[in-house]
T-cell receptor, first 108, second 113 residues
Framework: SQQGEEDPQALSIQEGENATMNCSYK?????LQWYRQNSGRGLVHLIL?????REKHSGRLRVTLDTSKKSSSLLITASRAADTASYFC????????FGTGTSLTVIP | NAGVTQTPKFQVLKTGQSMTLQCAQD?????MSWYRQDPGMGLRLIHY???????DQGEVPNGYNVSRSTTEDFPLRLLSAAPSQTSVYFC????????????FGPGTRLLVL
């Protein structure tokens, strides 16, 4: 069974708004990574947060990790139409496990 | 660097046919893996390899074989294709270790009739 589950499954926002998506996982991890997938394309790595970190920033991305709740969140600030994509969390224990993804639509 | 490359980009098979999906990386990564992506299912790990000569099963290995004779190449073989194997297949690679980023190929779309 898959390790991670993203929430919500789909999200639609106006350009300029912030988008928040969440990921829950089941077992202990070494790190958690977020990926973006544009329609019909491969996955692109966005950000990695280690199990001993609680928050990490990269440009307009902010990721938090709560290992006690086995959850992570990805915040995209000041969203743009180009952010429209599916976003996946992936947990790295002994192997990589991906969630089912959040489909984000940013309306211009 | 070309990164992770996959061939073919698209393939149509008849039930029972065999084929090999090719994956190559030029980053000298020890760890390589194959995933399949189905609608609403995210990515599921099929097989992975931690180095040349070493392979292991992931979540959904049935119906697939792999081998790793070189660091660069990690082919995925379907010995007798079934409609349930219709999917998009992604190959990925990374350096060994728990904190390394995984790099993905562009994917192979497979349709089994």
């Amino acid at each position: 069974s898959q390790q991670g589950e993203e929430d919500p499954q789909a999200l639609s926002i106006q350009e300029g708004e912030n988008a928040t998506m969440n990921c829950s996982y089941k077992t202990s991890i070494n790190n958690l990574q977020w990926y973006r997938q544009n329609s019909g394309r491969g996955l692109v790595h966005l950000i990695l947060i280690r199990s001993n970190e609680r928050e990490k920033h990269s440009g307009r991305l902010r990721v938090t990790l709560d290992t006690s709740k086995k959850s992570s969140s990805l915040l995209i600030t000041a969203s743009r139409a180009a952010d429209t994509a599916s976003y996946f969390c992936a947990t790295d224990g002994n192997q990589f496990y991906f969630g089912t993804g959040t489909s984000l639509t940013v309306i211009p | 660097n070309a990164g992770v490359t996959q061939t073919p980009k698209f393939q149509v098979l008849k039930t029972g046919q065999s084929m090999t999906l090719q994956c190559a990386q030029d980053m000298n990564h020890e760890y390589m893996s194959w995933y399949r992506q189905d609608p609403g299912m995210g990515l599921r790990l099929i097989h992975y390899s931690v180095g040349a000569g070493i392979t292991d099963q992931g979540e959904v290995p049935n119906g697939y074989n792999v081998s790793r004779s070189t660091t660069e190449d990690f082919p995925l073989r379907l010995l007798s294709a079934a409609p349930s194997q219709t999917s998009v297949y992604f190959c990925a690679s990374r350096q060994q270790g728990p904190r390394e980023t995984q790099y993905f190929g562009p994917g192979t779309r497979l349709l089994v009739l």
